[in-house]
């Protein structure tokens, strides 16, 4: 069975950094592709940055490109975003998904318990 533990979540002051982690608990688990996703409350949810296998390539959303950096270490089935030069608007709470397969199953993705990020001064 696979689990997607995320961490990193908390308050920071406006202007501060924080990194956001994502780690598969599975055995025999292997990442495709992954990406964060933030819902702040009223909003819809929102697809912040993405990383895919096996180039590395990413994308952002228009808002936090040059301030956020998805990256994943494949050893450790882990995803991270790194988040900096916050805003009070980034205050969402943020949700892992990660496309993978486990040996001899099927791919598929799999979400995160999500992460509250409060940016207030």
């Known amino acids: 069975q696979v689990q997607l533990v995320e961490s990193g979540g908390g308050l920071v002051q406006p202007g501060g950094s924080l990194r956001l982690s994502c780690a598969a608990s599975g055995r025999t688990f292997s990442i495709d592709t992954g990406s964060w996703y933030r819902q702040a409350p009223g909003k819809e949810r929102e697809l912040v940055a993405e990383i895919t296998n096996p180039g590395g390539s990413t994308n952002y959303a228009d808002s936090v490109k040059g301030r956020f950096t998805i990256s994943r270490d494949n050893a450790k089935n882990t995803v991270y975003l790194q988040m900096n030069s916050l805003e009070p608007e980034d205050t969402a709470v943020y949700y892992c998904?990660?496309?993978?397969?486990?040996?001899?199953?099927?791919?598929?993705?799999?979400w995160g318990q999500g992460t509250q990020v409060t940016v207030s001064s």
């Open positions: 998904n990660v496309v993978g397969k486990v040996l001899f199953g099927r791919r598929r993705d799999y």
